[in-house]
């Protein structure tokens, strides 16, 4: 990842934090147990902790407020679904309206990570919990994970923008989301810390007559944000465009009651396993679509015809409309964070800070050893390169790594060895082994196997079907980290 020289050392007094799901509260963990701070503030939009752990459910897969295709990351501030509480009526009054931010979680939704890779280093899971947790599982984790830290949060709050002020602060303007109309604060800190996600504005490509083809079949192209069961394509010819965790996993899910055989779209092999079916065929990316006979043609030159439904599994821009203002900016195109050191500091000004952007990761410690070495900077413990070295680290890893949508992405085992070097960097701040500070994850051989091996074993525990709700351990679903050991010295 390069070398880490600490030439410039800052030391701030309050913090605030954007978003209460892992990546916000795991940062909110390390700044406190840095006992340096006058004040650490979260906000949060939504009434609980959690973040897109956050179940909604949705009966139309394919929302009216969707531009297809979806090209750009402007989207605007998250709005709301405001819906009733369902809280009991009194008096002849109205149930309480609730805002409501949807998420791209579905109805029977599993990690694809096992759980023991997955946690927090912290925080073990209930030992009747499956090895691929279920959505709710996760969020009782993240849950009991939160309690030592909720008086740090403000929810019902939406951070409506963040701009720099001359003296080299951070103005953050709040609503208040408990009701309509709620009000506007502006209160002034001195670094933050963007960790409210970057799944919200759907990326959908431009094909060739995909915007006509949406007009004329409204509701037919969607996008996987919006996908919740599977019945919503019972009995219809269905593509699915993308293979990454969510294409793979919905895919399955909706090749059991669609029209035989699904059809899964994709522009290169994926990560996962991606087994033959006699229930799927495997198709090129798409490349026009034709309105006549509800038709779509491929890359390949193969056409189907009388297509019902389209989804689109291709992920998300960042996008961060509260952050307009800065300058030099941190969104163009949406594909990366643009200006930023070590995939974290904003490089003019880096009391700025963004955890866990990157993708193809395991994203609670990645959470974790991030929030480390920033909590560790903001108190003045680590220090950080001149503009120009950070600028210098950009250029480098774009040489790398290309400048558009792999700049983030950090494949195994880039991963790991990023979290690694957070650990030592972190551990190698002033007064370590005094009561300072929270030790953050170290992944040794055994990580390194299982994090190499879980799309073999996600596909084993799948294989199971409805068993694999009793799999608790690797050894249930075939995998045992110490006889491959033994095995391999032997």
């Not at 960790?195 to 431009?206: A, E, L, R, T, V």
């Not at 092999?269 to 229930?279: R, Y």
């Not at 090129?284 to 193969?302: H, L």
Request: charged letters at 25%.
């Amino acid at each position: 990842m390069g070398s880490l020289p600490a030439e410039r050392r800052f030391k701030v007094d309050s913090v605030c934090i954007i978003g209460a799901g892992p990546s916000g509260l795991a940062a909110a963990k390390y700044f406190l147990a840095e006992r340096a701070f006058s004040r650490i503030q979260l906000y949060e939009q939504r009434s609980t902790v959690g973040g897109i752990w956050n179940y909604v459910p949705h009966k139309s897969a394919s929302p009216h407020d969707v531009d297809i295709p979806q090209s750009k990351p402007y989207g605007g501030a998250n709005k709301p679904v405001w819906q009733q509480s369902g809280a009991a009526k009194i008096f002849d009054k109205d149930t309480k309206e609730e805002a409501v931010y949807m998420t791209p979680l579905y109805d029977r939704l599993e990690t694809n990570i096992p759980r023991g890779l997955m946690g927090f280093s912290d925080l073990d899971w209930p030992e009747d919990c499956q090895l691929f947790p279920r959505h709710g599982a996760v969020l009782e984790y993240i849950e009991r994970y939160a309690d030592d830290i909720r008086h740090l949060i403000q929810f019902r709050t939406q951070v409506m923008d963040v701009s720099l002020t001359e003296d080299e602060k951070w103005t953050v303007k709040t609503q208040d989301v408990s009701h309509r109309d709620g009000e506007v604060k502006t209160e002034t800190f001195d670094a933050v810390i963007v960790g409210n996600g970057h799944f919200n504005i759907p990326y959908m490509p431009q094909v060739r007559g995909i915007e006509e083809w949406s007009k004329a079949y409204p509701g037919s192209i969607t996008h996987s944000k919006f996908y919740r069961t599977p019945e919503q394509y019972a009995g219809k010819k269905v593509i699915v465009v993308g293979n990454s965790a969510s294409g793979i996993d919905i895919g399955h899910q909706i090749e059991q009651s669609c029209k035989s055989p699904l059809l899964l779209s994709s522009k290169s092999e994926s990560f996962l396993v991606n087994a033959a079916s006699s229930t799927k065929v495997d198709k090129p990316p798409i490349a026009e679509y034709v309105i006549e006979d509800r038709s779509v043609r491929f890359e390949d030159g193969t056409t189907e015809t009388d297509v019902d439904a389209v989804l689109y599994c291709t992920g998300y821009f960042y996008s961060f409309p509260f952050l307009s203002t800065l300058d030099p900016p941190v969104i163009t195109t949406g594909e990366k964070v643009e200006n930023l050191y070590q995939h974290i500091f904003y490089q003019p000004h880096p009391t700025l800070a963004f955890p866990v952007l990157n993708q193809k990761i395991i994203p609670f410690p990645m959470a974790e050893a991030q929030g480390a070495v920033v909590a560790r900077v903001f108190s003045g413990r680590l220090g950080l390169p001149y503009v120009d070295e950070m600028k210098a680290w950009e250029r480098d890893w774009v040489k790398q790594n290309g400048d558009g949508r792999m700049f983030h992405v950090l494949k195994f085992p880039m991963d790991a060895d990023y979290i690694n070097m957070l650990h030592d960097w972190s551990m190698s701040a002033d007064g370590e082994g005094s009561e300072r500070g929270k030790t953050p994850p170290y992944w040794g051989e055994k990580e390194y196997w299982m994090r190499e091996r879980f799309p073999a074993i996600k596909k084993a525990f799948q294989d199971l079907g409805e068993d694999r709700h009793v799999a608790r351990s690797l050894r249930d679903v075939g995998f045992d980290y110490d006889s491959s050991k033994r095995s391999d010295s032997e």
